[in-house]
């Protein structure tokens, strides 16, 4: 076969474009098996930069963003393959979208930095009703017939495909495409794909330090999943030679060692990984395979992944530490992946290994990964690692589901909280992209958050649809199958703007200008404990996003390289991942005292509170002058060298400005901290930020005596310890701060973004309210 490079374009995702992008997730990265230099070498805040592509763009969709000073325009389209782009305002009123708005499809363009979807200026209550799904509507999917009464793991259905998609979806899927704007932009992306991904060598062996073949096992799956859809759409059993050619190289001798550690159960994510992609492939080309391509298979499954997890809860392995208490992504990947496979070969294996997993994966998963989020819906490893474990987690539920007729409780009962990680997700992706705290984790490749239309489905929330629907990852074959093309309405309508998480593990806020409007401003912060994230986290007590005027202007780092020495060891006090600037306290949005790191032991305090505003059913949204919302914490037990540290953030005159305040008594200095993309101008106690032809003024209101804004580069300070090898580099980014002596200081930090339609007389200053005293109405 003559392979060929993948079309190339301007859009970071492949062919053409999709509506939305995580950090958010999914980005290309190169196939060739060269070592990577770390995981974010850039530095661009919350732009999607980091990841493997998801997804290639949706054909014939929309990719623009819109320009400033006036000029509003962007490209659209319509959505379908071959359609012509028609030249909407992303903000016009209502008339000039009438056409897209009507086809069903809400976001009218795609800001072209941040992958995020643009809404048109509209006012529309049929449209944007509340979110709900109608279970009569013809546009439902039929009753699925496998209805067992008294289900079992190892009683699996007669059909095939038994995962995910069984064959009554396939049939009636095309009809679906051809009534759903959603469906059939998806489905064209999707054989856009996998004619791309053809087009590429079968995926090359590259042993990645301690992160494995990870990334070999999630694009090898990435590309079975696009191949598996193409075939079942097309009918063309091209799709299963590639398929194939896939699978042989992946078991060959020349795919790694040539025993039966091939697939690296070291790492045993990528196993699973690894497995899954096998048992999908059986699973979905099963008509297509000989008895011996079946064998071949089975047998690779078997060798390479089942049987160490068989080893696994037989507890004869070194490498089944994530069976014991690890709520978190690992146990979701894990038990997932093993899941898919044994459920893919059962009634063909005659070695027991299938019925066997299938024994304790389901359990152990219920026991573990289903408790990875909290009683608030945050997830506890981190907001990007949230994809890898609520991918894997819903890949297994619905696997389960399809394949035997029940989840065994491992959505439904297992966490009676699980569906808040819906709200969650919404929560924390903020205006341009995610607060983005903590480890963003490998290459994403099929990591997708497309978790949240499963669960929209499964738990009636349909807001989690709705929000999903129009992301630029939605767009691959689980979507497909886990949309309810019944739903209508808007997942803004009658949606808080503020949202706060108070479990003390991660205790943060969101609080925002709007829903729809790209501009608006958002304030992401958090508090909460530096243990208990499966060391992926920061010492980063206090640290803030803050978006508004379409950019991000406080930023964070994000991973530092996962093949830094001793970078996952410990996370105790003297650890060495916290001697890498990225993981540091002084790599925060935060207070640093005496130049050193944080309290691992932090246990702060939070309060907080909300005028209660909601959107509407229009993506406009009028704010009064009085709706606010404020989080105080006391975050004094994540510093040494202090008695007494408080930190407070508050939205202003109509949540268009930012106050952010710290309370400080400390026997060292203290220094304030914010990294920036922008260009910085410090000014003695004002700086002025220029970022994306925008203007941010920050002033400090009653500086202290002697206080001024600088700059610094984002470097360790001095007599900080050095780490075991020279830190990455952080080029585009700025430190804005502040110094500040040892005693007691206040420091209220005021950020006033250019907004045009205001003077400077529109623009409020806010009275000195100690941070004990903040109320609602404290700052009227």
Known sequence: MSYGAVPQNNSP???????????????????????????????????PVLLAVIIAAVVGGVLGTRKKGGDSSSSSGSGSSGDKDASVDSKAPIATATDILAAGVFATATNSKYMIPLYPSATNTALFAAPTVDASSSKAW????????????????????????????????PDLIRNDPYLRKWNDTIIQNATDYAALRPVEYFMDGDSGILDNAREVKMRIKAFGYAYHMTG???????????????????????????????HFLDAAEFSAAFGIAYDWFYPLWTDDQKKTIRDGLIMYGLQHGVDVYAGGTTFGWWTDNITGNWNCVCNGGLTLGALAILGDDTTGVAASLLGSTIDNAKANCAQAVMDDGSWAESPNYWYFGTTGHAEMVSALIT????????????????????????????????????????????????????????????????????????????????????????????RKLDYFYDNPRVQWASMRGSWTDDDAVYLGIKAGQNLGHQTHNDLDVGTFVLD??????????????????????????????????????????????????????????????????????????????????????DISSAYFDASSVK????????????????????????????????TVTPEGTSATLKLDGQTLKVTMLDPPSGASFKTMDPVRLPGMPEPLIPDQENPGVTVLAVDLPAGTSTLRVLFNPQWEDMKDADYVTPPNVALDSWTLRSHD
């Not at 980005?27 to 770390?38: D, M, R």
């Not at 091209?238 to 398929?243: E, I, L, V, Y």
């Not at 042989?248 to 039966?260: E, L, R, V, W, Y």
């Not at 990225?582 to 309290?599: D, F, P």
């Open 548 to 633: 508004a005027l379409g950019t991000r202007w406080a930023g964070e780092l994000g991973s530092g390289d996962y093949r830094s020495p001793q970078y996952f060891n410990s996370q105790a006090q003297e650890a060495e991942r916290w001697k890498y600037y990225r993981k540091a306290t002084v790599g925060q949005n935060t207070l640093v005292v005496n130049n050193a790191n944080q309290n691992v032991n932090s246990e702060p305090t939070v309060k907080h509170g909300s005028s209660d505003t909601t959107q509407g059913s229009s993506t406009v949204l009028t704010i009064p002058k009085d709706s606010t919302a404020f989080w105080v914490a």
């Open 403 to 494: 394949a035997t007729g029940s989840d065994y409780g491992l959505m439904s009962t297992a966490n009676t909280n699980y569906w808040r990680t819906g709200d969650f997700h919404m929560g924390v992706f903020g205006v341009t992209s995610l607060f983005d705290y903590g480890d963003h984790g490998p290459n994403k490749f099929s990591t997708t958050a497309n978790s949240m239309i499963l669960y929209g489905g499964l738990t009636n929330h349909p807001e989690f649809i709705l929000h999903q629907r129009d992301r630029a990852d939605a767009a691959e074959p689980w979507s497909m199958f886990w949309y309810d093309p019944a739903v209508t309405g808007a997942y803004w309508t009658n």
């Open 13 to 47: 995702y492949g062919s053409s474009n999709p509506g939305y992008a995580e950090s958010s997730t999914g980005f290309i990265t190169p196939h060739a098996a060269t070592k990577k230099k770390g995981l974010s070498p850039w530095i661009k805040f919350g732009v």
């Open 236 to 266: 063309n059993t091209k799709w299963g030679d590639r398929a194939w050619e896939e699978l042989q190289n992946a078991i060959s001798d020349s795919f790694g060692p040539t025993n039966n550690t091939k697939w690296n159960p070291g």
């Open 142 to 173: 039929p009753k699925d017939s496998f209805a067992p009464a008294n289900p079992s793991p190892t009683n699996v259905r007669e059909d095939r495909p038994r995962l995910i998609a069984p064959q009554y979806k396939w049939d009636a899927l």
């Open 647 to 678: 930190r407070g953030a508050r939205l202003l005159n109509g949540r268009r400005q930012v106050l952010i305040q710290d309370e400080i008594t400390a026997t060292q200095t203290v220094q304030w901290r914010m990294h920036t993309n922008a």
